[in-house]
């Protein structure tokens, strides 16, 4: 009797753990993006350069201009605000930083153009494939990941690459329902491949971007820099 009554016990627990998870949503983890939507955001970067702490802030207005039935879409993106630290004290700035530009994105994220004349598009593209959303072929669930290969793109310098997300939680980023999900990047056939780790945490609605904490390593320094590669932690909040 008692033996019968343990393996009933274990049965039912059994049937209830495959019910909750059975039951867990799942999602697409697909970017929608809305015309005449903006958002404003905060980020901060903090590195070391030389053996000195490097602190760097700005802020970007963000307005999505137009989207294709295709989904590429195109923003205007103001930058402002630029402040640099070094050790803690500020570093004077003897240029303006502030500027807006209209880029061209894929359905994902990822940037495709700029009319700013100056931007390094080779440069700007590397990074800015750490704030894409590929897609998974199917919607997953807590606990699952899916990857991404990026192909080379060879006009711009652009190396291949490949990323995978993993969907760790839901959790709750101010006022935004967030999918919090962890991501692993790094370029693929050169020699020192810019890589990220970190954490992304999505709008539960659209699947857009309201916070990231990702530490960034190998990524090419700006010319005129006193080192070559740069790692940094990125740091992302959305403030609206």
Known sequence: MVHSLARTFVVGVFVALVAATSAQPTYAFKAKFAEGESQKVKVTMKGNMSGMAIEMIYF?????????????????VKTHGLTLTAAGAPVPLYMDTDKTEVRKHAPTGELLGTDDK?????????????GDLPSPAAPVKIGESWTHEYAPVEAVSLPAGKVTYTFVAEE????????????????????KPVTAK?????????FRGVKGDVTVD????????????????VLFERLD
């Open 172 to 191: 709750k980023v101010g006022k935004w329902d967030a999918l919090k999900v962890e991501i692993a990047y790094t370029e693929v056939g050169v020699d």
């Open 118 to 130: 100056e931007a390094n598009l080779a440069m700007l593209r590397r990074t800015g494939r750490l």
């Open 198 to 206: 970190g954490f992304l945490w999505l709008n539960k609605e659209n």
């Open 60 to 76: 970007s207005d963000e307005k999505v201009l137009k989207v294709e039935p295709d989904g590429t879409y195109t923003e205007e």
């Open 218 to 233: 190998n990524h090419p320094a700006p010319p005129g820099s006193p080192v070559p590669q740069l790692s940094a932690q």
